[in-house]
């Protein structure tokens, strides 16, 4: 049997064609359709990169007035969405929520035949903001939250809905640009899988819920939710240090940390690391930054291993009052265009995905009438 740690998990595979991200390619650590990560995290808006995504190209100035008109006017939940999201527990996980909240849409607007797909993706955009923060503030400040603010960015939007107040222009531009670098990224775990389930013709709301199941888990997207709990256990860099250090002499794994792809670094997290400290001063108290930075310094002294885009996402969130347990949903938000993207493109040029795998069962055996086995 193949070793399952070195070759498993389809590592190296190339499992199909992309024209839509190029990750850890030579001169540029991550592009979307040929715009490298560092130019729109610098110059675009979310909402340019969502359209660029979606539409292929970068939209004109008129282009971009209107999808922010579309985008904002498709914010509202249907009464019996609210409903759902009410029922679910207080105590449930939000990702799970915004599972059922999509899967559910699926039912009351459904996509029928994939002529709207356009604009299927356009309302999940809109509206997975909307979901994840109404049930937030349903079960934790006991009100129906408005979910059709005048914001025009998604990121204003959150943020409003979040604390009741436009956010400050700061804050806006840091959580739009973390929303900027989570968008895309190529054949990752949650996308594969919303490219699994579009292969056999299903439809588009299918397809991301299954993605927010693969998005959960701590080794993929759940990493910025757990990366958070690991900063705020401990006082002081000197505590961090210490305490990492013993966490990987008992073989944890400390999350945020490596890559699949990226070898020596993930490009993401130069802009992340970056706005934590600008976020971390403004709140005059560099604690967290320092500790972050000293696991992150333990982590490559010990063993080469980088800090990826979950990691500072953490503590940038985190000083904007964003609650731990949206770190991952806020993730949702953003990458739902990346898998729309990909859904659409997989349909495209559809071809059933259904690889073959390695027998490693018993040999044929023969048949034994119940009353002779042993
Ligand atoms: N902490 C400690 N050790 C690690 C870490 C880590 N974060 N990541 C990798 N390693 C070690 C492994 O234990 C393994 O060591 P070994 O060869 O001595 O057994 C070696 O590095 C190779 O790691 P694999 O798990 O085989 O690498 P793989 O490519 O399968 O996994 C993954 C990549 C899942 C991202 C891994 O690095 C990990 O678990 N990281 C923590 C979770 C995380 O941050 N996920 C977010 C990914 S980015 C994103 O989704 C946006």
Request: net charge negative; hydrophobic share 40%.
């Amino acid at each position: 049997m193949a070793d399952n740690k070195k070759t498993g998990g389809l590592a190296g595979v190339t499992a199909g064609k992309t024209a839509l991200c190029t990750v850890g390619k030579e001169g540029a650590g991550l592009t979307y359709l040929g715009y490298d990560i560092y130019d729109l995290a610098d110059n675009a808006t979310f909402e340019e990169v969502a359209y660029l995504l979606l539409h292929g190209k970068l939209p004109t100035r008129a282009e971009l007035d209107a999808y922010i008109a579309k985008i904002k006017s498709l914010r509202g939940l249907p009464d019996a969405l609210k409903v759902v999201l009410e029922m679910i527990p207080a105590d449930a996980h939000p990702m799970d929520v915004l599972r059922t909240g999509v899967s559910f849409l699926g039912n009351i607007e459904p996509e029928g035949d994939f002529s709207n797909q356009q604009e299927t993706a356009d309302r999940l955009l809109a509206c997975l903001p909307s979901m994840m923060v109404y049930w937030h503030r349903f079960h934790t400040d006991g009100i129906r939250i408005d979910t059709e603010t005048d914001d025009d960015s998604i990121a204003g939007h959150i943020l409003h809905m979040l604390h009741d107040e436009a956010p400050s222009e700061l804050h806006e531009k840091s959580l739009s640009t973390t929303l900027i670098l989570y968008a895309e990224h190529e054949f990752n775990a949650s996308t594969f899988a919303g490219r699994v389930i579009t292969g056999t013709l299903s439809d588009m709301h299918s397809a991301v819920s299954g993605a927010i199941g693969a998005l959960r888990g701590p080794l993929h997207g759940g990493a910025n939710e757990a990366a958070m709990e690991l900063i705020q256990r401990f006082a002081n860099a000197e505590e961090a240090t210490e305490g990492v250090l013993g966490m990987l002499e008992r073989k944890e794994l400390i999350m945020g940390f490596g890559h699949r792809v990226y070898t020596t670094s993930d490009p993401r997290n130069k802009v992340n690391k970056a706005m934590s400290k600008v976020l971390a001063s403004e709140k005059g108290d560099m604690t967290l930054y320092e500790v972050s930075e000293a696991i992150e310094k333990v982590m490559w002294d010990e063993k080469k291993l980088f800090a990826n885009a979950d990691f500072f996402a953490a503590s940038v969130y985190h000083f904007m009052g964003v609650p731990t347990y949206l770190f991952t949903p806020i993730f949702v938000c953003s990458r739902i265009t990346g898998w729309a993207a990909h859904v659409m493109e997989q349909r495209a040029d559809n071809k059933l995905i259904r690889p073959a795998a390695e027998y490693i069962g018993p040999a044929l055996q023969e048949w034994v009438e119940i009353d002779d086995r042993d």
